[in-house]
């Protein structure tokens, strides 16, 4: 199922050649050595972290969480609040900010109120024709913190970021709601599904989560949307159905496939069966290549051509064309 994932830092980061005091400094943490003694290390990116440039901060950050240097929490924690101060201007895009999180969250760290500021971060910067807020990856990785910290009252403070006017953002809050309490966690994504998206990237988030936390409850809510008029929806239930790789969620997408008989709907039902793996979903696959109409026999050959390095998939996906009547 797409999913909108958190922007990684890229490895290695330059800055413009006018500045060449940042490019130098960030020199040194690219070419700090993997087997340099780890005091080393710590004192490189401790001058990174305190760095007035934000591309500096923010490869030194992202290093502190890579080599999982817990020592440098405090030093993360004083860099995030210097660059709250004219935000826009001192980190542009909020790169600095973003890292930051994303190391802390890796660091296991539990300032659960840093956390709780993160989660409600904006930072409107100037596009052409209005703003745009650049914090989107900065909430999902304190809404992913705040979960993990073990915080009792994390999926209460979370449930507000499933409205978050960012898409990315609603979708980061399904997955870290999924980390909370199971109880709670399921009772806010149902009312979610229920409620529903304008996106429904959003739902299909909360379909995985569910299946993810309480699957025994969940198969059956989640196949209903199987036989709804909602293409999309029919399209991410089955994909979430399908990734959950459980038997009984075999079962829903095969039952849904006797009932949904036109083409579009059968091709997802074909992707998702490829999604589970289990040899039961091989088989059934294997078998539309051989005995079902062109055009789905075609989708079932796509959709199991990811497999290639399963060399016995491909032999028998192979036999099976050669079964075949018609050609493909």
């Known amino acids: 199922m797409p999913s909108a994932a958190p922007r990684r830092s890229p490895s290695r980061i330059s800055v413009a050649s006018s500045d060449s005091k940042a490019q130098a400094a960030l020199d040194v943490l690219n070419q700090l050595s993997p087997v340099a003694p780890r ?45 709250l101060q004219d935000a826009v201007k001192r980190d542009p895009q909020c790169k600095a900010k973003s890292a930051i999180a994303r190391a802390l969250v ?68 399904a997955r870290a709601i999924s980390c909370g309490n199971p109880f709670e966690a399921e009772a806010v994504l149902r009312l979610k599904v229920h409620i529903g998206d304008v996106d429904p990237l959003v739902t299909g988030e909360c379909f995985g989560a569910l299946l993810a936390i309480a699957p025994e409850h969940s198969l059956p809510f989640v196949a209903t949307y199987l036989k ?14 399908g990734e959950s790789r459980r038997p009984e969620a075999f079962a829903l997408l095969r039952d849904a496939w006797d009932e949904l008989i036109t083409a579009e709907p059968r091709s997802v039902l074909i992707r998702a069966a490829s999604l589970h793996r289990s040899e039961a979903a091989f088989a ?45």
């Not at 004192?43 to 007035?52: C, I, P, S, V």
């Not at 709804?228 to 159905?241: C, H, N, T």
């Open 284 to 328: 059934w696959l294997l078998n539309l290549i051989e005995t079902a109409p062109a055009r789905l026999a075609g989708v079932a050959v796509e959709a199991l051509a990811v497999y290639t390095r399963n060399t016995r998939l491909m032999e028998q996906m192979d036999a099976a064309r050669n079964r075949r009547q018609d050609p493909i």
């Open 39 to 83: 005091a080393a290390v710590l004192a490189a990116l401790r001058t990174g972290l305190g760095d007035r440039h934000f591309l500096v901060v923010c490869r030194a950050a992202t290093l502190s969480g890579e080599k999982l240097l817990h020592e440098l929490i405090p030093d993360l924690l004083n860099a995030w609040a210097r660059f």
């Open 228 to 241: 709804g008029k909602d293409a999309a929806l029919q399209e991410y239930a089955a994909l979430a159905l």
């Open 106 to 173: 890796a660091l296991e760290c539990q300032d659960i109120a840093f956390y709780q500021r993160g989660i409600g971060y904006r930072q409107l910067e100037p596009v052409w024709g209005g703003r745009a807020d650049t914090a989107t990856d900065l909430r999902c990785s304190c809404a992913m913190g705040l979960a993990a910290s073990g915080h009792v009252r994390a999926v209460a403070e979370l449930a507000g970021l499933l409205s978050d006017p960012e898409v990315p953002v609603r979708c980061g809050a």
